[in-house]
């Protein structure tokens, strides 16, 4: 089985260790030949050193699809041959969390590639309900980096016919989501950032203004452009403080902020005065690990564009390489995927 191991910070390793493929141990379990693997913005912290969730070695991938090889006994709605996407989020299947769609808080989950060995590796061994069927229109690639998270974190708040709509942060989390609010009838989305070339695959992909901050105000021209009120909603994706204050003087009174960046420390100085002052409603990002079938058929249809958003392509041998080049701000990479079978 060929597989790649994060072994500590800083490292990791293409194995070959001739084993054979998992086998199908419980009733509801699949076996996946994966075919396709992202590498996230998470890969990458946790091979720096930045988060840890486990200690090494492990095997990194919570992106993923690939074709079913066996089903348990009990497996009903899929079988051998289908193409599938898996959800990375395991919950026990039983617990309330669970039968709310919340697998994200179950007591016992568990999530592929983060705490437990993920899909940078020939064969994947998931249960049933985690799986779900890929349409022809949808490649593997395609599939791999797929996932409800960035469409979930902007269902929950909600977006009205028309609504302006602002995006902080251009990386692939932003850029989906400015794809997404488009699809959900937002009328103006602006995208604001610091790096060109991403704020040009912004403009491909729908935006209807994309702001450099470094060249430009982002909180003067979204109020220039709402008759001094601000955005409906901002979408922070960016991470950083600078971006979080700049989100909650570009939103308009009564408006909505979405938090999806993780910053990994506190935030100092956040002025929660703004929130209360300006009767803001708040949202986390860590939502439901539902909506599959609606964001599927966004895909399929092209209204979420995410084959733009891969620029490299790399064989599992290479994990190293698409590492490398998704850590450096020089390669231009702005999604690397690995090409597995």
Known sequence: MRKVLWR???????????ADRPP?????????RVTAAGVCGTDVHIVQGRVRFVDPPLVLGHEFAGVVEECGPAVTRIRPGDRVKCDSVCGCGACAWCAAGATQFCASGSEFGITRDGGWADWVVAPERNLHALPDAIPDEVAAIMDVEVFGALRKPGICPGDTVAVFGPGPAGLIALQAARAMGAGTVILCGTRPERLQVGAELGASHAIDINRQNPVEFIRGITGGNGADLVFEA???RKSVLDSLEAVRPQGKV?????HGSPVPDLPLDRIVLKDLLVYGALTNRTGWGELMAMVADGSINLARIITHAFPLEQTAAAYAA????SSGCLKAVLRIS
């Open 326 to 329: 998704s850590s450096d701000r």
């Open 24 to 32: 199908v141990r419980k009733p509801d379990d699949v076996r996946i």
């Open 258 to 262: 979405v938090l999806y960046g993780v």
């Open 238 to 240: 960016a991470g950083n």
């Open 8 to 18: 500590g910070t800083g490292e990791l390793e293409f194995v070959e260790d001739g």
